[in-house]
């Protein structure tokens, strides 16, 4: 084995125990808190204004209902916010969004899990003018970039569900970053379906693939890009939307993330809860034990997926089955546990 092989894998080795000295001090198996931020458009007529309100609100409940997540931790701006005083924390404008954004910023801990999701329409007038419409002057990609950039000590996902949003990938493309597109380019102006099927993945045991009792930003990809392909089947039309993912900070995106060496790495790990309610794991150490265990395991997948191109294709084929079997022990641990 040679030196830059055996320093690969001292690295990936001391993520791992790094990781484990951090979620030995954690109270909880995921110390991370999440925060949602779902903004909805212009509908331009009635039914689409209820639809997209639709697509919110299932997201908006999922997170809080399936997910666990706080309601103080989940905005939802909208057009009317009269339309459902509930769930709508505020209109969407430019001030308002950039305040929900610049305010979570201000009070998100470094390493919490934030995800961003926009649904209405989107429209590019020219080659890298992407925008999303809403009330007033619309927001541009590159400005919706800047008010990421506040969020740099966070894990973002940023979803874009209209239609012309390929033109977001390049533009928002940073590191601890993922972000989905429902149209591979700008081009795409169709209206667009993935936002129904993203927030329907939130909520569907379906999307669960590994049956962990999570859902992650990739699972949730995966599964709202099958469904949306599947509409256009049913329906006997021609596929005009291509959903997209990059989470490499290469901002090209790919439409099947979890090569190994490709996109998908850390939207595998995003999630917007541990998957198990802080009843349940306080009356169960073996069950905290066991996801922190997990989570361990999946930082460690991911310093090792980032370290393929510079290890030999057989070690890192070998390091790759040993954790992915590892994990999926633990998994049915996990499983057994809960039942």
Known sequence: MGAAVRRVRQL???????????????QTPDARASHVVVIVGLGGDHD???????WAVRIVDAARDRHGVPASQVAYLGDDPARDPARLTGRATRDTISRALTDLAARARPGDGVLVVLIGHGASATPGAARFNISGPDLSAAEFARLLDRLAAQSVTFVNTTSASGGFLAALAGKDRTVMTATRTEGERNQTRFGEFFGEALESDDADHDKDGRISMLEAFVY??????????RDGQLLTEHAMLDDNGDGKGTDTPGQPGGDGALARTQYLSGGATAETVADSPELRALLVQRGIL???LAALKEAKTSMDASEYQRDLEALLLELARIGRAIREKRQ
Do not use: M, P, Q
Request: include cysteine.
């Open 12 to 26: 990936v080795a001391c993520v791992g125990l790094l990781c484990a000295a951090v979620d030995s001090r954690a």
């Open 48 to 54: 689409n204004a209820e639809r997209f309100h639709a």
């Open 224 to 233: 709202a890009k099958a469904r949306v392909t599947a509409s256009y089947e």
């Open 298 to 300: 999946e930082k460690r």
